[in-house]
C-alpha cells in the first residue's frame, strides 16, 4: 500500500512539473511572437516662467510693553528671642565598693560506692506450643441446597351465575284515530298498520375462561458486597 501511495505521489508530482514548464514555455512563444506596439513620444513641454513676486514690506518691530512691577513692602521679620542653656550638671563621684575575698569551697572526699551482689535470675522455661485445632469449614451460602417451597394450590373460581334477562313486554299497537272528515274535502280514513311485535333476545351463554398457569418466578443472585475504603481525612 505505501508503495502504491508513493508511486502515485511521484506520478503526480512530475505530471505537475511537466505543466508547469509546458505554460512556461508557451507564454515565452506567445511574448516572441506578438510584435510589441511602438507609441509615439511624449511632446516636450516648455517650461512656464515663475511669475517674480513682489518682496514683502519689513513690519517694523513694535516695542513690548514693560507692565510695572509692584512695589512689596518689606515685612520685618519677628526677633525670637534666644533661649538660655542649661548650666551641665556635673556627675557624682560613686566610690568604689571592695570586694570581698571568699574562703575556697572544702574539698568533699569522695564516698566509695558499695557493690550490690546481682541477683541470680532463674531461667524461665519455654511453655510448649498446643497444636492448632483443626476448624472445619463452613459451607458458603450459595453452595447450599435452597429449599423447595410447596406451591399454594389456587382456589378454584366459583363459576359466575347466569343472569335470566327479564323478557320485555310486547308493545301493543296504538289504535289509529280516524281523522274527522273536512266539510270542504272529505279525506278517506287511512287505518294505522299495526307494529310487528319485538322478539325475545335469545341467551348467549358465556366461554368459559382458560385458565394459564402461573407464571415461573426468576430468582436473582444475591447482589455481591463490596467493600470501599474510607477516605483520609483532609489536614
Given at each position: 500500500m505505501l508503495c502504491?501511495?508513493?508511486?502515485?505521489?511521484?506520478?503526480?508530482?512530475?505530471?505537475?512539473?511537466?505543466?508547469?514548464?509546458?505554460?512556461?514555455?508557451?507564454?515565452?512563444?506567445?511574448?516572441?511572437?506578438?510584435?510589441?506596439?511602438?507609441?509615439?513620444?511624449?511632446?516636450?513641454?516648455?517650461?512656464l516662467p515663475k511669475p517674480e513676486l513682489s518682496p514683502h514690506p519689513a513690519v517694523p518691530e513694535l516695542p513690548k510693553p514693560e507692565p510695572p512691577h509692584p512695589l512689596v513692602p518689606e515685612?520685618?521679620?519677628p526677633m525670637v528671642p534666644e533661649t538660655p542653656k542649661e548650666p551641665e550638671v556635673s556627675h557624682p563621684m560613686v566610690p568604689e565598693v571592695p570586694k570581698h575575698d571568699l574562703p575556697p569551697h572544702p574539698a568533699m572526699p569522695e564516698i566509695p560506692k558499695p557493690e550490690l551482689p546481682h541477683p541470680i535470675v532463674p531461667a524461665v522455661p519455654k511453655e510448649t506450643q498446643a497444636p492448632?485445632?483443626?476448624?472445619?469449614?463452613?459451607?458458603?451460602?450459595?453452595?447450599?441446597?435452597?429449599?423447595?417451597?410447596?406451591?399454594?394450590?389456587?382456589?378454584?373460581?366459583?363459576?359466575?351465575?347466569?343472569?335470566p334477562e327479564v323478557p320485555k313486554e310486547h308493545e301493543l299497537p296504538h289504535p289509529a284515530m280516524?281523522?274527522?272528515?273536512?266539510?270542504?274535502?272529505?279525506?278517506?280514513?287511512?287505518?294505522?298498520?299495526?307494529?310487528?311485535?319485538?322478539?325475545?333476545?335469545?341467551?348467549?351463554?358465556?366461554?368459559?375462561?382458560?385458565?394459564?398457569?402461573?407464571f415461573p418466578k426468576a430468582e436473582l443472585p444475591p447482589k455481591p458486597k463490596f467493600h470501599f475504603p474510607e477516605p483520609a481525612a483532609k489536614p
Open positions: 502504491k501511495n508513493t508511486m502515485a505521489s511521484l506520478v503526480f508530482l512530475v505530471a505537475l512539473l511537466l505543466s508547469c514548464s509546458s505554460m512556461s514555455s508557451a507564454a515565452r512563444h506567445l511574448e516572441e511572437a506578438v510584435p510589441k506596439k511602438q507609441y509615439p513620444p511624449h511632446p516636450i513641454v516648455p517650461e515685612v520685618p521679620h492448632h485445632s483443626i476448624v472445619p469449614e463452613v459451607p458458603k451460602e450459595h453452595d447450599l441446597p435452597r429449599p423447595v417451597m410447596p406451591e399454594v394450590p389456587k382456589k378454584p373460581e366459583a363459576p359466575h351465575p347466569v343472569v280516524p281523522e274527522l272528515p273536512k266539510p270542504e274535502m272529505p279525506h278517506h280514513a287511512v287505518p294505522g298498520v299495526p307494529k310487528e311485535p319485538e322478539l325475545p333476545h335469545p341467551v348467549v351463554p358465556e366461554v368459559p375462561k382458560h385458565e394459564m398457569p402461573p
